[in-house]
DNA sequence: GGAACCGCTGGGCATTGTGCTCAGCGGAAG
DNA sequence: CTTCCGCTGAGCACAATGCCCAGCGGTTCC
């Protein structure tokens, strides 16, 4: 499978591997490949080649912003006037609250996660995040539950069976 | 600093650590105390401290839905019929492109997270998580950039400053 | 059919890191 | 003053890593 001139995709031991490494991430190359059944250099390379796909982004440590002090979660949807996206987007990066942000189709409208030490908190969150010139409206969700927290290895399950 | 009666926060050397893994996720241990300058025991002691604390849930390896095939991300809000919310959850679960839920404030109401093959595949997508009897009304959002991907050190190094 | 290529195997090797233990030391709390 | 706690620096046996190699079965291409 290509996308815009990359081939993409995995296959089912690429599935088994980021399956296995995301079960049990401290586990060695060596451990893996007994696990799997399959040579320490085959491990070895499809590691590299996942991570020089882009497919394996990286290791990187799962922070709980809870557990930083940071307990609650929100999502606001920001109206922008027309032509201030790049300043809008500059000023969020900014903010350390704004764990993420997306544009979205619809009239010049933007997408953030925000986390804050409490819902009084948010408030100046929010308030830094809204105080900038570009910005013409926003309305926040406040997050109560979490049913589903970011996951990946069921698609990475289905990706292996279509394509491998 | 507690949150419901357990101890939360980071100091200055946590926040190091943590961005200093998040740079470079593969190194180990013996390196870390060397970049740190602090005794290997330390940087042990630190990191099952930070893990046992939840502040870092794992190092699970970060997966490109975009190289997997699924290069379409979308956010989708859905209301809920009252008291269908369990049912919607468990649904929803089931569907391997959902990858986060979240309730939010306001009558019955969910954000989730989708991604998909191609604007044609999210149609299939979105049939399938609004083909479910206790969803009222969904209305999505496509994501066009991502100018902030998800991001945690800026609210790590905020925290150490506070904290520590 | 033959040649070149590719991914996987299984082995060996020196180097490095890990898990574990220990005594010592300084600051903070009681 | 004594206890506690976190950090230090060191040692040790063991395991894993990075790197090399020859061999082998399957494709692709001429």
């Known amino acids: 499978m290509t996308i815009s001139g990359v081939l993409v995709g995995i296959d089912r031991l690429d599935g088994r591997l980021i399956v296995?490494?995301?079960?049990?991430?401290?586990i060695g190359v060596l451990e893996m490949s007994r696990r799997l059944g399959v040579a320490r250099g085959?491990?070895?390379a499809r590691l590299d080649r996942l991570q020089s796909?882009?497919?394996?982004?990286?290791?990187?440590?799962?922070?709980?912003?809870?557990?930083?002090?940071?307990?609650?979660?929100?999502?606001?949807t920001l109206e922008i006037r027309q032509g201030q996206g790049g300043d809008v987007r500059a000023h969020l990066a900014t903010v350390p609250e704004v764990l993420e942000l997306h544009t979205t189709t619809g009239g010049g409208d933007m997408l953030c996660r925000l986390v804050a030490r409490s819902n009084a908190d948010l408030q100046r969150v929010i308030d830094r995040v809204v105080g900038f010139d570009g910005i013409v409206r926003a309305s926040t969700a406040i997050v109560m539950e979490n049913p589903v927290p970011l996951r990946i290895i069921p698609l990475v399950e289905q990706a292996a069976r279509d394509d491998g």
Not at 20 to 26: G, N, V, Y
Not at 53 to 73: E, H, K, M, S
């Open 20 to 26: 296995l490494l995301a079960e049990e991430p401290r």
């Open 42 to 44: 085959t491990v070895q």
């Open 53 to 76: 796909n882009g497919v394996i982004r990286g290791f990187g440590p799962q922070v709980d912003p809870g557990a930083l002090g940071y307990p609650v979660t929100a999502f606001a």
